[in-house]
């Protein structure tokens, strides 16, 4: 059972702020798709299923961070910056 | 540097650094575990004719299973990089089960066949235990937060395995010296050697020429000789009648041996290796089981220190290597001779290295946030540490806690330890299941960080019903309002009145930020 602990900054500016999606790096993503196909639990300060895992833009591959709208965050109840578990 | 083994080709030079670590880390139990029951005069032919055999029979099943587990997630995964889980004897269970029931049993008045005939049941109940640990255990990794396993792990690992291996290296700084800051200056500063020799294994070979050269090894043969595993079913069976009074000491420890294995197996998750937990635990209690149907009287169970391995390019070869090892030891008695070919501190250098991770995996593999539940988490393991040796330290003069001292200060060592300013009382509260202990502490202050004090309030909870029937903080299991752990209980539950009533009301009394940096 794959797990992965990212740090989250904001989303991407053209990406929707309602969208349920969290951007990852490609390494994280493809073990992640492997195990749990491309959608994911993801634990903050409260859990939210069903988010859907997308590549991070070639930028920002080496940066050990994740993105997310901030309706996401919201749900997540955590602030940028905080990290988050993949699950 | 790999060289093809099969379709998983997966041996590795690093996999000789985990031999070093699991065989030789577990053949120092054999000989406690021999010397522990020489001292309640059970005879040769018990204890290298059946338990020992039997003990070499459930680790090397274990090795062997975790090899195939191994080869399977490889496979499955495509990757060379695999790691298996280390097998090996549960340290505090062992000594739960030669203090807490076999020397019991022998001061009953039994004799040493009766004795190991009903050492063999509470070994083989265990390992049922352990498994139908298996099928709850995966349910209690999705409920508790994954720093109060990392940390737990983290904590056995400081107390056990880093302060053990620092302590080896200072009790011989002439041998231990060199020999640990070569694999300090490999394995944490990244210095290799140009054919990518791993540092671990060059260590430990300069340890034992050094050790020769010093004339720190001294040969012993005196444990050779031939002797088969013997299938002892009929002796477990007949063993059961004699357990009965034993269960509220078997089932608490076996609690605490399929936990041991849950956050284990979540350290190796951690570092990579997606293992099963259930299938584990189930693995774990099945080699119990069967190693007690050949005479072993302690259980299987995973190993710490797999994320220590990884990193030194361990892979899966080391296990079956052990597991082959085991065997040889069991049949010719090989365990005394590669005891004293090994010297402690060489041993321990993989420990060392090992914990370190470990403790380092627990901090970056969390939320930082959650750095303060990993903090408490350590605590408990500590209580235990300082038990262990105020334990050892006294029964070297003759004087044995189990036997001697209480919780409560009734009997004349506790009293002058309490005198004389030892925090004596808190610290058996806190070492009987201090695994147990340190999950429900991290867990609650990760949910209390995380503005779940209705979550903190079901673990205090369970935290109080876990203390009044003596899960914790008692040596065996209880019942009743007299009992030691009966003010644990009530303690733990007015900590949950108090968040719950905090969750309830902090909306409207108080200013709770999202996020706060207490750090």
Same mark, same amino acid.
């Given at each position: 059972?794959?797990?992965?602990?990212?740090?989250v900054?904001?989303?991407?500016?053209?990406?929707?702020?309602?969208?349920?999606v969290?951007?990852?790096?490609?390494?994280?993503?493809?073990?992640?798709?492997?195990?749990?196909?491309?959608?994911?639990?993801?634990?903050?300060?409260?859990?939210?299923?069903?988010?859907?895992?997308k590549?991070?833009?070639?930028?920002?591959?080496?940066?050990?961070?994740?993105?997310?709208?901030?309706?996401?965050?919201d749900?997540?109840?955590?602030?940028?910056?905080?990290?988050?578990?993949?699950? | 540097?790999?060289? !093809?083994l099969?379709?998983?080709?997966?041996?590795?030079p690093?996999?000789?650094?985990?031999?070093?670590?699991?065989y030789?880390?577990?053949?120092?139990?054999?000989?406690?575990?021999?010397?522990?029951?020489?001292?309640?005069?059970?005879?040769?032919?018990?204890?290298?004719?059946?338990?020992?055999?039997?003990?070499?029979?459930?680790?090397?099943?274990?090795?062997?299973?975790?090899?195939?587990?191994?080869?399977?997630?490889?496979?499955?995964?495509?990757?060379?990089?695999v #790691?298996?889980?280390?097998?090996?004897?549960?340290?505090?269970?062992?000594?739960?089960?030669?203090?807490?029931?076999?020397?019991?049993?022998?001061?009953?008045?039994?004799?040493?066949? +009766?004795?190991?005939m009903?050492?063999?049941?509470?070994?083989?109940?265990?390992?049922?235990?352990?498994?139908?640990?298996?099928?709850?255990?995966?349910?209690?990794?999705?409920?508790?937060?994954?720093?109060?396993?990392?940390?737990?792990?983290?904590?056995?690992?400081?107390? =056990?395995?880093?302060?053990?291996?620092?302590?080896?290296?200072?009790?011989?700084?002439?041998?231990?010296?060199?020999?640990?800051?070569?694999?300090?200056?490999?394995?944490?500063?990244?210095y290799?050697? $140009?054919k990518?020799?791993?540092m671990?294994?060059?260590?430990?070979?300069?340890?034992?020429?050094?050790?020769?050269?010093?004339?720190?090894?001294?040969?012993?043969?005196?444990?050779?000789?031939?002797?088969?595993?013997i299938?002892?079913?009929?002796?477990?069976?007949?063993?059961?009648?004699?357990?009965?009074?034993?269960?509220?000491?078997?089932?608490?420890?076996e609690v605490? *041996?399929?936990?041991?294995?849950?956050?284990?197996?979540?350290?190796?998750?951690?570092?990579?290796?997606?293992? *099963?937990?259930?299938?584990?635990?189930?693995?774990?209690?099945?080699? #119990?089981?069967?190693?007690?149907?050949?005479?072993?009287?302690?259980?299987?169970?995973?190993?710490?220190?797999?994320?220590?391995? $990884?990193?030194?390019? #361990?892979?899966?070869?080391?296990?079956?290597?052990?597991a082959?090892?085991?065997?040889?030891?069991?049949?010719?008695?090989l365990?005394?001779?590669?005891?004293?070919?090994?010297?402690? +501190?060489?041993?321990?250098?993989?420990?060392? =290295?090992?914990?370190?991770?470990?403790?380092?995996?627990?901090?970056?593999?969390?939320?930082?946030?959650?750095?303060?539940?990993?903090?408490i988490?350590?605590?408990?393991?500590?209580?235990?540490?300082?038990?262990?040796y105020?334990?050892?330290?006294?029964?070297?003069?003759g004087?044995?806690?189990?036997?001697?001292?209480?919780?409560?200060?009734s009997?004349?060592?506790?009293?002058?330890?309490? *005198?004389?300013?030892?925090?004596?009382?808190?610290?058996?509260?806190?070492?009987?299941g201090a695994?147990?202990t340190?999950?429900?502490?991290? !867990?609650?202050?990760?949910?209390?960080?995380?503005?779940?004090?209705?979550?903190?309030?079901?673990?205090? +909870?369970?935290?109080? +019903?876990?203390?009044?029937?003596?899960?914790?903080?008692?040596p065996?299991?209880v019942?009743?309002?007299? #009992?030691?752990?009966?003010?644990?209980?009530?303690?733990?539950?007015?900590?949950?009145?108090?968040?719950?009533?905090?969750?309830?009301?902090? $909306?409207?009394?108080?200013?709770?930020?999202?996020?706060?940096?207490y750090?």
């Amino acid at each position: 059972m794959d797990v992965k602990c990212v740090r989250v900054l904001r989303s991407y500016e053209n990406a929707k702020d309602s969208e349920r999606v969290i951007y990852i790096d490609e390494a994280a993503r493809y073990a992640l798709i492997k195990q749990w196909g491309d959608s994911v639990m993801v634990r903050g300060r409260r859990d939210v299923k069903n988010v859907q895992i997308k590549a991070l833009k070639e930028l920002d591959q080496d940066g050990f961070i994740a993105r997310a709208s901030q309706a996401l965050i919201d749900e997540l109840y955590i602030e940028y910056g905080e990290e988050v578990l993949l699950i | 540097m790999e060289r !093809t083994l099969g379709h998983a080709g997966l041996f590795r030079p690093g996999d000789l650094g985990g031999v070093v670590y699991s065989y030789f880390g577990n053949i120092i139990n054999f000989i406690i575990i021999a010397y522990a029951l020489q001292g309640i005069g059970w005879p040769e032919s018990i204890i290298y004719g059946r338990v020992i055999p039997g003990l070499a029979v459930g680790l090397m099943l274990g090795c062997l299973a975790y090899a195939w587990q191994g080869y399977r997630l490889a496979k499955k995964t495509g990757r060379k990089d695999v #790691t298996a889980l280390p097998s090996g004897v549960s340290t505090p269970a062992m000594f739960v089960y030669l203090y807490g029931v076999i020397y019991p049993l022998h001061y009953s008045g039994l004799s040493p066949e +009766v004795c190991w005939m009903a050492a063999t049941a509470a070994c083989f109940l265990g390992g049922f235990i352990e498994i139908l640990g298996g099928f709850i255990g995966p349910v209690i990794r999705r409920l508790i937060p994954r720093v109060a396993m990392l940390g737990t792990v983290a904590g056995i690992g400081l107390v =056990w395995m880093a302060t053990a291996g620092l302590f080896e290296v200072y009790h011989d700084p002439i041998l231990g010296m060199p020999v640990v800051i070569i694999a300090i200056i490999g394995l944490i500063g990244g210095y290799v050697f $140009k054919k990518r020799i791993p540092m671990l294994l060059v260590s430990v070979v300069f340890g034992i020429i050094w050790a020769l050269f010093l004339g720190r090894v001294q040969v012993d043969t005196s444990t050779l000789g031939v002797s088969l595993p013997i299938l002892s079913i009929g002796a477990v069976f007949q063993g059961f009648k004699y357990i009965i009074p034993f269960l509220s000491v078997i089932i608490p420890i076996e609690v605490y *041996n399929f936990i041991e294995t849950m956050d284990n197996v979540e350290s190796a998750i951690a570092a990579g290796d997606e293992y *099963n937990v259930g299938q584990t635990q189930i693995i774990d209690g099945a080699c #119990t089981m069967v190693s007690a149907l050949f005479g072993s009287v302690v259980p299987n169970t995973v190993w710490l220190g797999h994320a220590g391995l $990884k990193k030194s390019e #361990t892979g899966i070869s080391y296990s079956w290597i052990s597991a082959i090892l085991y065997a040889l030891s069991s049949v010719f008695g090989l365990y005394g001779f590669m005891n004293s070919l090994m010297p402690a +501190v060489v041993a321990s250098i993989t420990f060392l =290295w090992c914990a370190m991770l470990m403790l380092v995996q627990a901090y970056t593999d969390v939320p930082r946030r959650h750095g303060a539940a990993l903090a408490i988490a350590l605590i408990p393991h500590l209580a235990d540490g300082l038990y262990t040796y105020v334990r050892d330290a006294l029964g070297a003069f003759g004087i044995y806690l189990e036997e001697t001292l209480t919780m409560n200060s009734s009997d004349e060592i506790s009293q002058a330890m309490i *005198n004389y300013g030892v925090v004596w009382k808190g610290v058996v509260a806190m070492h009987s299941g201090a695994i147990i202990t340190s999950i429900l502490w991290a !867990t609650v202050v990760a949910f209390i960080i995380d503005r779940r004090l209705d979550k903190a309030a079901i673990a205090f +909870v369970v935290a109080s +019903v876990l203390s009044f029937f003596g899960f914790i903080h008692s040596p065996a299991l209880v019942f009743g309002t007299a #009992t030691m752990s009966f003010p644990y209980a009530v303690g733990y539950l007015l900590a949950a009145v108090i968040c719950y009533a905090i969750h309830l009301g902090h $909306k409207k009394i108080m200013d709770v930020p999202r996020r706060y940096d207490y750090v």
